[in-house]
Nanobody, 127 residues
Framework: QVQLVESGGGSVQAGGSLRLSCAVS????????MGWFRQAPGKEREAVAI????????YYRDSVKGRFTSSQDSATSTLYLQMNSVKPEDTGMYFC????????????????????WGQGTQVTVSS
């Protein structure tokens, strides 16, 4: 079992920054690969980033490349998503997820590929 708790969401103006956190606890073997997702009202959930906890490799969806960066702090078992130069279209509920299988190389995974999910944190970007 893995427990994931997101935090750090809030309201920010376009061009600003936010840092989301995902506190991870539980079985180490069930979090070899982690992902960030978001879901805007009336839209489908989409993958934002994928992070390997084994080798720190990351991969991002095209619309956030160069603006978002995910990192991990192994000492505190926390995953971060640094969001810079945010845009109104970044608005949504953000979730972290984990799975026991390793991450693929240079590709995002759909939500169904993950085993555990957090409850989400809301990000609202105003223009």
């Amino acid at each position: 079992q893995v427990q994931l708790v997101e935090s750090g969401g809030g309201s920010v103006q376009a061009g600003g920054s936010l840092r989301l956190s995902c506190a991870v606890s539980g079985d180490t073997y069930s979090r070899r690969c982690m992902g960030w997702f978001r879901q805007a009202p009336g839209k489908e959930r989409e993958a934002v980033a994928i992070v390997s906890t084994i080798n720190d490799s990351t991969y991002y969806r095209d619309s956030v490349k160069g603006r978002f960066t995910s990192s991990q702090d192994s000492a505190t078992s926390t995953l971060y998503l640094q969001m810079n130069s945010v845009k109104p279209e970044d608005t949504g509920m953000y979730f972290c997820a984990s799975r026991w299988l390793a991450c693929p190389v240079n590709t995002l995974l759909p939500g169904g590929a993950y085993d555990y999910w957090g409850q989400g944190t809301q990000v609202t970007v105003s223009s």
